[in-house]
């Protein structure tokens, strides 16, 4: 179905076509006079110079060929040329009941549906998912939901950090605490045991040890460094312990982005693409882009024009070791091998900006990617506690992300009880769903390159520009629905012109769905479908207090007003599921 802004312009260019102007100037933007008219168009202003003609002549003109088409009830000029144009009510009456129809709820599906990566999660194996990944994850997934939505194929990968000094330190400190294992011993042949000789639990508990005492140890330090180096170089005894390692901590991870409602389509990881490595880095030097430079191999990626240094890539250090920029070279070169992408997109911690247009630069430059595959990068903020400093458990330590998890749902679920009668079973349930949005709905709604505060209270808050919000709105949606139901309603619609300005204002909102949704993929921002929810929840409730639904004597009206609540309920659910979260029955 066209968006409703398109069919709006259909109407102006015929207008200024039949008036004798070019219907380039035909463009319409939603009025900022929402008391005279919905939507207005400046064109005449941009005309004038082409037709040396006062821009009121030509909007006049324009209007008086709009005289008569169904579109608009009103087509009025204003000061100096602006074309004020007023919908006709049966017109989006119409758009609506059409939109009613569809399956599809007026979304347009990608003319040219593309292949896109989402690099997203990013989490380091063996270290305990903090908050730190939670953005990436919340925001891709929701970018990756929008794209499906739209028909586009995406692919999500979480590309798991487990190629660095993490590895080493882990295998450090089992090696004083456990010499006696076999994979430590260089000489045993044998096979090695199939159980891991940790549990996560144990494993969360290594690593920030080894970490600690390698700040202070030097030769501690050493040793992992040695360590990974050696896991790197392929070193059997450690090779199974890394894939112990993988096994303990994927399990865990899959469980937490479970809860999260995060999925991934692959489990990629750093290691996958070393064995790309020699090869890529080998053109690279018989091109002569990477040359040596004190012992390191580097590319030189600055260009003129740049407004600040743009540091070489350093592809392998004097020590032959590649590095994290060398890791993501290569995974580029295996993404476009495995997958010919049409676009990667990195949804990474804003910080690492600078990484990434190193990575690009040089991936272009060393002809990885070829100029119609496009590489971008969207870099979010940091996830702030109410102090202003980034997020803490109340001790100062780093939160886990199952405890933040843990508090949001024990939070919703005092509220859920406070609030109703929902049984006990079906509460925990409930407040696990109303808790995943809060904490959705209160990242995605900020434009993530900026930082924002997490406050549970603020998120949880059923009032205000909360998911919990939201879902409270669709709740009370389903349970008029029912209620008519119970009442024995005959079928819903169809969809009459509105009889208030409260309509209205809702009919013209839910219009809007397919330029919002369309609008906010395009731009990879979730937080303008978020804004309009936001604002479509709004629109429903006013009008829900501003009228008698249930109680309405004609029967036709009440039909025309429950199909126009089904169908916000609708709109509201695929937004949400399309944002990562879904709502309960009840709350
Ligand atoms: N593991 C990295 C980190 O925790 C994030 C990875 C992001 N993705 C990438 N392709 N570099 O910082």
């Not at 998912?129 to 939901?145: D, F, N, P, T």
């Not at 059997?236 to 995060?262: C, F, P, T």
């Not at 995605?444 to 520009?465: M, P």
Request: glycine fraction near 8%.
């Amino acid at each position: 179905m066209k968006q409703i802004i398109a069919r709006i312009e259909e109407e102006t260019a015929r207008g200024f076509e039949k008036a004798g102007f070019d219907p380039k100037y035909a463009g319409v933007t939603l009025s900022n006079r929402p008391d005279l008219a919905e939507y207005q168009c400046n064109g005449a202003m941009a005309a004038k110079k082409e037709y040396a003609t006062a821009p009121r002549r030509i909007a006049e003109a324009v209007a008086e060929a709009l005289s008569d088409n169904d579109v608009f009830s009103g087509v009025d000029v204003a000061g100096p040329g602006f074309i004020n144009l007023k919908l006709n009510p049966s017109f989006l009456a119409q758009y609506l009941r059409e939109m009613d129809g569809d399956s599809a709820l007026s979304l347009n599906p990608a003319k040219k549906p593309e292949t896109i990566i989402i690099d997203y999660g990013g989490p380091n194996v063996a270290k305990p998912l903090h908050v730190g990944h939670l953005r990436s994850a919340i925001i891709g997934e929701s970018i990756k939901r929008m794209g499906r939505r739209l028909g586009h194929h995406m692919i999500g990968d979480v590309h798991l950090g487990d190629w660095g000094l993490q590895m080493g330190l882990i295998i450090t400190e089992l090696h004083e605490r456990r010499p006696d294992l076999p994979y430590f011993d260089p000489d045993f042949t044998g096979e090695y045991p199939e159980e891991a000789p940790f549990t996560i639990g144990e494993l969360e508990e290594i690593y920030p040890a080894a970490s600690a005492r390698s700040k202070e140890d030097e030769a501690y330090k050493a040793k992992a460094l040695q360590a990974t180096h050696e896991l790197q170089e392929g070193r059997r005894g450690y090779m199974a312990l890394w894939r112990h390692i993988m096994e303990v901590s994927v399990a865990d991870l899959k469980k937490n982005y479970q809860r999260l409602d995060v999925e991934f389509d692959l489990w990629k990881k750093e290691s996958d693409a070393q064995p790309y490595i020699p090869d890529m880095i080998q053109k690279m030097k018989d091109e002569g882009l990477a040359y040596e430079d004190d012992g390191a191999l580097i590319v030189d990626v600055a260009e003129e024009g740049d407004t600040k240094t743009v540091p070489p890539c350093i592809l392998l250090k004097s020590d032959g070791a590649s590095l994290y920029t060398t890791t993501d070279l290569a995974t580029i070169v295996e993404r476009m091998k495995l997958f010919s992408p049409d676009e990667i997109l990195y949804v990474v911690d804003k910080r690492q900006e600078m990484h990434f247009i190193q990575v690009f630069r040089c991936a272009r430059k060393a002809g990885i990617v070829p100029d119609r595959v496009k590489l971008s990068f969207l870099g979010f903020g940091t996830m702030n506690g109410k102090d202003g400093k980034p997020f803490k458990t109340r001790e100062g330590g780093v939160m886990r992300l199952e405890t933040l998890i843990d508090d949001i749902d024990e939070e919703m679920y005092k509220k859920i009880v406070e609030n109703r009668s929902v049984r006990d079973r079906e509460a925990k349930k409930t407040a696990e769903t109303v808790g995943l949005s809060a904490i959705k709905y209160g990242d995605l709604s900020n434009q993530a390159s900026k930082d924002y505060v997490f406050d549970i209270d603020r998120f949880t808050s059923f009032e205000g520009n909360t998911g919990p919000y939201i879902l409270y709105t669709i709740v009370r949606i389903k349970s008029i629905l029912n209620r008519y139901a119970e009442e024995g309603g005959s079928a819903a619609g169809p969809i009459l012109e509105p009889a208030s300005d409260g309509e209205k204002t809702l009919m013209l909102q839910l219009a809007r769905y397919s330029e919002a949704f369309e609008n906010a993929f395009a731009e990879r921002a979730p937080h303008r479908l978020c804004a309009y929810i936001y604002e479509l929840s709004n629109n429903l409730n006013s009008f829900y207090h501003e009228t008698k639904i249930l109680s309405e004597e004609n029967e036709e009206q009440k039909r025309s007003w429950i199909a126009l609540l089904e169908l916000t309920r609708r709109v509201l659910e695929d937004a949400i599921a399309a944002l990562g979260f879904s709502a309960p029955d009840r709350m």
